[in-house]
């Protein structure tokens, strides 16, 4: 059995909060007295959010983990990329080469961002927890450590209208 692992306090109350990179920026590394390393990893997070708005890649970031939380130096920033069944059957070559070296356990795609790509399936499709896992990583998102919900998920929203519809090809 490991360690406990003790979480800071959250910066967001509990549940998905939609915004954009500013908002964050205002969140996580704006209010603290010493951000030299949340100003990094904030500037990491914007390469790795310009690197999927570049690819034309429609997804959800969820922006997790000790950046949004009190802890004054995160290690990293915890990012999960949602992708809807319809994004992830149409991505051109260049799409999925950048979602597979995001994926990619051996590599790390952009230093101080520990990113994954998921696509997730409504229930009644063929893939619906294809794999048997009763809840996808990106599920596990806004829970402290010991399993409660506790802590608020930044969302940023990548190929929507500012009225928040999707932009569909």
């Not at 590599?107 to 998921?118: C, L, Q, S, T």
């Not at 009644?124 to 450590?145: C, I, K, P, V």
């Amino acid at each position: 059995m490991g360690a406990f692992k003790y979480d800071e306090p959250p910066l967001l109350a509990p549940g998905r909060h939609f915004m954009t990179l500013s908002a964050l920026e205002r969140i996580c590394v704006l209010p603290f007295a010493a951000p030299e390393m949340r100003r990094r990893l904030f500037q990491q997070l914007c390469i790795f959010v310009k690197c999927f708005d570049a690819a034309g890649i429609r997804c959800e970031m969820l922006i997790n983990g000790s950046f949004l939380t009190s802890k004054p130096d995160p290690k990293d920033v915890d990012v999960a990329i949602i992708l809807d069944p319809d994004v992830t059957e149409l991505l051109t070559v260049e799409q999925e080469l950048l979602v597979d070296a995001v994926n990619d356990d051996m590599n790390i795609f952009i230093d101080g961002v520990d990113g994954f790509v998921e696509t997730v399936f409504p229930i009644g499709h063929s893939s619906f927890r294809a794999d048997g896992n009763e809840m996808l990583w990106s599920e596990q998102y806004g829970r402290q450590h010991d399993g409660a919900w506790l802590k608020g998920v930044a969302v940023l929203r990548l190929g929507e209208t500012d009225v928040g519809l999707r932009i569909r090809r």
